[in-house]
């Protein structure tokens, strides 16, 4: 099994930045893509934004401009810089990896226990 903990959730005013952690651990043969998603009370769990092994990133347009994904492949690590928080950005931020295990290489995913994230106007 493959552990990701987030951090670097918190209570912030609009306008305010925060940047999230997420650590990988565990047996791991590759990890393909990690990512962050949000979910917020009485809505379903959206994307936020995602970064492949080769760089790649999307994001979900109402960040687009305002949140930066990133990640160090060396220590399996992605990052979340969100910037110009605003009230509507409140939500659980879940960590999630697709990668490979190395005893089949068969393609699995993992998520972190998730992050409170509250932004106050």
């Known amino acids: 099994q493959v552990q990701l903990v987030e951090s670097g959730g918190g209570l912030v005013q609009a306008g305010g930045s925060l940047r999230l952690s997420c650590a990988a651990s565990?047996?791991?043969?590759?990890?393909?893509?990690m990512g962050w998603y949000r979910q917020a009370p009485g809505k379903q769990r959206e994307l936020v934004a995602a970064?492949?092994?080769?760089?790649?990133?999307n994001y979900a347009d109402s960040v687009k401009g305002r949140f930066t994904i990133s990640r160090d492949n060396a220590k399996n690590t992605v990052y979340l810089q969100m910037n110009s928080l605003k009230p509507e950005d409140t939500a659980i931020y879940y960590c999630?990896?697709?990668?490979?295990?190395?005893?089949?290489?068969?393609?699995?995913?993992?998520w972190g226990q998730g992050t409170q994230v509250t932004v106050s106007s």
């Open positions: 565990g047996s791991i043969f590759s990890i393909n893509a």
């Open positions: 999630n990896a697709d990668w490979k295990s190395p005893a089949d290489l068969s393609t699995r995913s993992s």
């Open positions: 970064i492949t092994s080769g760089g790649n990133t």
